[in-house]
C-alpha cells in the first residue's frame, strides 16, 4: 500500500508526509563512541530539559513541526493534525507508526472530519520504524545536525534544533534515493 501511496505522490495527485515524533534533551545523544586509551572524549550533559518535537516531513523535504516541552499526546496529535488540514492544498496522506498517540480513540475520531478537509491517515504494520522516513530526519538531526558543543545550555540546544528544523529543505536536506519502495505486482 505505501508503494502504491509513493506513486500516486510522484504522479502528483496527492502530497505524501511521514510523521513521527522525537525528544531531544541535554542529556545528549551518543549512539555509539569510541576513543584512543590515552585520550579523554565527553559529552557536557545534565539532567535538564528536554523538547518533543512532531513533525511531518515529504520525500522532498518539506517539514512541518510542533515543539512542546510536554509529552507529545493524542491532543497535541490531534491540534497539529487539525491546524495542517485547514492548509492543505490537494489530498494529503500523513504515514504514522503505531504510537499509542497516533491511534488514540480520539485521534480516530477525528478521521473523518480530516478526510471531508482531504488529510487522511495511513498507518504503517507494527515494528517497520525502517519505512517511515522521517526516522531518518531525526538520525540525521541528533547525529549529524546537532554538535556536542550545542550541548553547553539548553537553550543553546534548543536554538540549535529550531535553527536545523528551519534549514530543512534549504541549507539542510536529506537524500532519500537509497528509500525507493517497490510495488510488488
Not at 18 to 47: C, H, K, L, M, N
Request: glycine residues 4%; neutral net charge; aromatic residues 14%.
Amino acid at each position: 500500500m505505501l508503494a502504491l501511496l509513493e506513486e500516486q505522490h510522484q504522479a502528483g495527485h496527492i502530497d505524501l508526509y511521514y510523521g513521527d515524533e522525537t525528544r531531544i534533551s541535554e542529556e545528549g545523544y551518543v549512539p555509539y563512541g569510541w576513543q584512543f586509551a590515552d585520550e579523554q572524549v565527553y559529552i557536557e550533559s545534565t539532567r535538564g530539559r528536554a523538547m518533543n518535537y512532531f513533525g511531518v516531513l515529504s520525500r522532498d523535504n518539506r517539514l512541518f513541526y510542533q515543539v512542546s516541552e510536554k509529552n507529545v499526546t493524542a491532543d497535541f496529535i490531534i491540534t497539529f493534525l487539525d491546524e495542517l488540514s485547514l492548509k492543505i492544498a490537494k489530498q494529503t496522506v500523513i504515514v504514522v507508526d503505531n504510537a499509542r498517540a497516533h491511534t488514540a480513540k480520539k485521534v480516530k475520531a477525528c478521521l473523518p472530519a480530516w478526510q471531508h478537509r482531504g488529510l487522511y491517515i495511513f498507518y504503517l504494520p507494527p515494528y517497520s520504524p525502517h519505512l517511515n522516513l522521517i526516522e531518518r530526519l531525526w538520525k540525521e538531526l541528533k547525529e549529524g545536525w546537532i554538535r556536542p558543543s550545542d550541548y553547553r545550555t539548553a537553550e543553546q540546544l534548543f536554538y540549535a534544533v529550531d535553527r536545523a528544523l528551519a534549514a530543512v529543505g534549504k541549507d539542510l536536506r536529506i537524500n532519500f534515493n537509497s528509500y525507493q519502495y517497490q510495488n510488488s505486482k
